[in-house]
Every structure is written in C-alpha cells, then in structure tokens.
C-alpha cells in the first residue's frame, strides 16, 4: 500500500489569511509557507455548488516529526459573501471536521503558552491511556481565536519528542464524525490507514462540556464510540460517531475552522485508479500551478460526505 501516505495537512477555513499565518506560524510552530495561492479552486464544484474563489496557505513546522508530521492549509474563500460561519453547535463527532490535533514535546507548557497567546483553554492537560493496547499520552485541548479546537497530545508510550524545549510539532490527526465505524475503517483501510492505534466505546468526560444545550441535553450525553486508524507514513485519522448521531456540523467548503483534510499519494494517476477500481466517486484530478510548484488533487466521495481530497505535493 505505498501508493497513500497518510494525511498531508487539515484544511481550516479564516477569516483573514494574514491573521491566520501570522498567528500559526508564531504561536503554534508552523513557520514554513509553502505557497501562498490565490485564484480559483477547482474540483469542488460538486462539493460547493461553484468553483470557489479562495486565498490557499499551505503551512508547515519546522519541528515536524515522524509522528507529529501533518500540515495546515488556511483557507479563505473570497468569493461571495467571503467565509461561511462556521456550523453551530459542533462538540465533536458529528459529521465534519471535529478538530486538529498536534503532537507537541510538553503538553502542559504548550497548553500555557497558547493560552496565553490568545487560545482559550477547552481541557486542562491530563494524561491517559487508551485501549485495547493501553498506550499512554498525555493531552489537552484549546481553541484558536476563531474557534477551530486544538488537541494537543504528546503519545508518551509511543514515542519519546526529540529534545529541545516544549513546542508544538505538525498534525498527528484529524478527527471527524462519521455514522457507520465498520463502513468507514473499511473504506479508509483501504486507503492505506490499516493500523488500529486505539479503539474507545467510553464517553470522554473531560469532552462533556462541549455538548451544550440546545443541540444536546447535558443531562443525557451521546455514547461516542472513537478509533485511531493510522497509515505507516503521515498523520492519523480519527473517525467518531455518535449514539444517537449529532447533527451535520460538514458546513459549506470553506466555512471558518476545520473544514477538510489531504491524504498524500506518491502518485495521483494510479491513486485515481485505485479509487475508480474501488468504485469511488471522485471529481476530477485537478494540477493548480502554485508558484512555488504543481499541487495536484483530487477531490472524493467519502462514505458521510466529509471533505476529502487525495493530493500529489510538488510544491
Ligand atoms: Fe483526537
């Protein structure tokens, strides 16, 4: 399965691309812009009903590792009315981007030092394991300026962060809603994340804060049901569904927070067929000239709609 590897980068939508990359690259370590595009966005037009006009940051940190390796493409559409609001009412694991975890060296120092850069704190560092294979991780959680939530994990029974002071390294995950566990792992198996890091059916009570009335009873918190699938190579994915399910929180492309996410493929051509001999509906392999090179992709049809592009990075 060398043809996928994994997850590039998150997509967030901003309202202001210079805010965005001004505060993730001095506050949350991605310093590299890869390119800095502007113009039309192909191969969303059965996503968003048009071909989005859109300012793309793709951003990367120099602190990135093997396990925290993922990046951040900052989205502002232009066009229309500018960003869509972001969907009311999202906890995590209705459909859609939940969040965007990095995997940090010190996660209580972190934490602080972007709370103190304006991130407001949504869980206060803890430490865990998960089952079935008890691997241990610290964590916690804040929410950017504009509402995308954070997770910050250091995988201590995975991995020991390089040395050097506390920081945030790349994206370890992505987490998204879906509505059948056994469909998704199955689909996403096949996109090369085949290796189970963890399955949870326990509801996290540090989270229950987030399900806030109207849109949940306080008093009667769904069941969440999570799973790590990872690929050998890139960042994670974590699907969650919940009992009973959440409303839509996908939102339209481009809407403020985490909206989307790119699986990296070594190469788009045969990833493309692999999607067709699977009978994937996909919209069309796109080449955008980024200036500092090609950003090839491919935007497909994932089993609950979620926003989900296959991209070859030649920038
Ligand atoms: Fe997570």
């Not at 793309?56 to 120099?62: D, F, G, L, Y």
């Not at 995997?103 to 030092?113: P, T």
């Not at 229950?208 to 999570?226: E, F, T």
Request: with cysteine; charged share 20%; hydrophobic share 40%.
């Amino acid at each position: 399965m060398t043809t996928f590897l994994g997850v590039d980068h998150v997509g967030i939508g901003v309202g202001d691309a210079d805010e965005a990359i001004d505060f993730y690259g001095r506050h949350v370590g991605f310093d590299e812009v890869l390119f800095d595009y502007s113009g039309e966005v192909p191969g969303l037009e059965a996503i968003a009903g048009r071909t989005p006009v859109a300012r793309i940051a793709m951003v990367a940190s120099s602190s990135a590792t093997p396990i925290g390796p993922g990046r951040l493409k900052l989205v502002q559409v232009l066009d229309g009315a500018g960003p869509p609001g972001p969907p009311p009412g999202h906890a995590c694991g209705e459909v859609g981007v939940c969040e965007i975890c990095l995997h940090v060296r010190g996660v209580e120092l972190v934490h602080d030092q972007l709370v103190a850069a304006g991130c407001r704190s949504l869980m206060e560092p803890t430490s865990a394991d998960v089952p079935p294979a008890g691997v241990t991780l610290d964590i916690a959680y804040v929410e950017d300026p504009w509402g995308t939530k954070l997770e910050l994990i250091e995988w201590t029974g995975l991995w020991r962060s390089l040395p050097g002071p506390a920081r945030a390294e790349g994206v370890n995950h992505v987490a998204f809603g879906v509505t059948d566990m056994a469909r998704t792992r199955a689909f996403y198996a096949r996109l090369g994340f085949d290796q189970l890091l963890f399955e949870s059916v326990e509801f996290f009570g540090p989270m229950a804060p987030w399900y806030a009335a109207p849109w949940y009873d306080p008093g009667r918190l769904p069941a969440q049901h999570m799973t790590m699938p990872m690929s050998a190579q890139g960042a994670a994915i974590e699907p969650c569904v919940l009992d009973p399910p959440g409303h839509d929180c996908r939102g339209a492309w481009g809407h403020l927070g985490p909206m989307d996410f790119g699986i990296r493929v070594g190469n788009l051509h045969s990833a493309a067929a692999r999607l067709a001999a699977d009978r994937v509906e996909s919209y069309g392999a796109q080449s955008l000239d980024v200036g500092s090179g090609e950003w090839r992709y491919l935007y497909f049809a994932e089993p609950d709609g979620n926003y989900v592009q296959l991209l070859e990075a030649r920038y």
